[in-house]
Each structure stands twice: as C-alpha cells, then as structure tokens.
C-alpha cells in the first residue's frame, strides 16, 4: 500500500498519499517515440498544455529533448529554444505545477526562471551536478531518476543481478548527497526509470516490487505510459497502448506510485480515481477525492 509523504515545491509542502497525482507529458520535440512533432511549435504545445491542465493534470512535464532509446543529445540553447517560451505562456494561464524534463543546468535555470517548479533530471544530475545547487538555491522540486547509461545506448544490452536491489541503492544514494548539497529531503522525489536501461522483465520486477522503493520515503513516480514494455506484452504500436498503459499505472500506484507520468491524463484520471477509492476507502464510505477537496496546493 501506498503511505503518505510530502512533496515540497518553492516552499508549498503538497501532501501526497491519499489520490494519485498525475503528470501529463508535453514533448516540445520532432522526435519522441509516440508525439514527436505534434507539439513541436509553441502554439500547439501550449493549447496542449491547457488540454491536460483541463483533464486533470496535477503537473504539467514539459520536454525539449528526446530521451526515447537511441536518441542524441541537443545542444541547451536548442533546448531553450523550444520549451521556456511554452512554459512561459503556460505560467500565465495556470496554476498546475509545471516541471523541465531536463539534464542541463543552462536549460533548468532558463525553465525556472519562465516559471517552472520542478526539475525533473532522468540522468539524477550525473550529467551536471549543477543542478543540485540551482534546485538548492530556487527551492525547486526535484525527481531522481535511476537509468543505466544514456540514451543513445541504454536499451544495447542493460544487466542486472537484482533490479530492484540496485535501483533502490542507486536512489537512495542519490538523495543523501542530493541532501549534501543543501536541498531539503521533502523536496525530492524519485522515479526507478521505466524503460530506461532495463528489459522487460526489469521493468516488471519494479512495478511488481514498487512498494521497495517507495520504502525509501520519498514519493514515487512512475511514467510508463505507452512504452516499449506494453508493446512488447501486447505487440501493438505506441498508439494502441492506452489499455495497457492503464493496467500497470494502477498496479503502480496499488504497489506505492505517488505520481503517474502519462500521455493521456483524463483516462489515467479517471482509472486512478477508481482505483484509490478501491483501495483507500474508509470505514463510512468517504470518498477520497472529497477529502482532498479544497486543500491548498
């Protein structure tokens, strides 16, 4: 089961626990695996923005890179280029909390400075360490991410002796020296990297086993919305995976998932709001949704 734990954002401490939360994705990019292209300009992501803020979006993830297997890394001016006028115009017309999907301390400064609340860091700042004191500095969420390798290779041959084991040291690692450097615990949350660096059944052994990394006290956050792994159990193309990607988020979020990240915020709305009043209903019947009714963010 799913315990609670706060989030704290620039200074607003969101309890999590009771009802899923859900990110939707926004991928300012020609090249993601399922909507490259279909946002790239920012008249259209921004529109699209709205549209999850609409269905239900606690978070809005918005991403100028493609992290999809294989991919190349773009220079942190192109980066900004795509997403700080997108976030910019999101931060005028709504109050969802808007994360960068990012890895670069140039790209996360210029997003946080558009209006961003969170860095959201695939790489765990491996990749630049900077990041720890900008997020210390600005008091910005952070998500750590676990991902063997990078992305142009880490889906050639990923191994592990046990998957959930080393996930969870590498994460829990990854918060005291996050901590180090100054940023509050309750700031960071973790995500054990679905699909990244992993194999089919790495990735099934985290969402079955989820509740070990949530042991870590951090709130969890799963995005396995329309990936390879569903492909693979159903063999269908990234389009035909909404069914698939529905059953694991709500194994997810039954095994300690705090925070889904997903392409189709209204239908994961819907199915998590099912699932928690399943699972979270007390004795009287109150529904779970009411409870949260009318807390601040």
Sequence with gaps: MRTGTVFRV???????????WVMGILNVTPDSFFDGGRYFDPGPAVDHGLRLADEGA????????SSRPGSDPIPAEEEIRRIVPVISSLRTQTRVLLSVDTTKFETARAALGAGADIINDISSFEMDPRLLV??????AGFILMHMQGVP???????RYEDVVAEVRGF??????IAAAYGLNKESLAVDPGIGFGKRLED???????????????????????????IGKILDVPPEERLEGSLAAAVVGLARGAHILRVHDVQSTRRAARVADAILSRPAGGENPEKREAGRAR
Aim: aromatic share 0%; proline share 3%.
């Design 10 to 20: 620039k200074g607003a401490r969101h309890l999590l626990g009771t009802r899923t």
């Design 58 to 65: 606690d978070i809005i993830d918005v991403g100028g890179e």
């Design 134 to 139: 900008l997020a210390a500095e600005t008091g």
């Design 152 to 158: 142009k290779t880490m889906q050639a041959a990923p």
């Design 171 to 176: 994460l829990a690692e990854k918060i005291e």
């Design 203 to 229: 990735n099934c052994a985290l969402i079955r086993e989820l509740e070990t990394i949530a042991g870590i006290g951090r709130p969890v956050v799963m995005g396995v919305s329309r990936k390879s792994m």
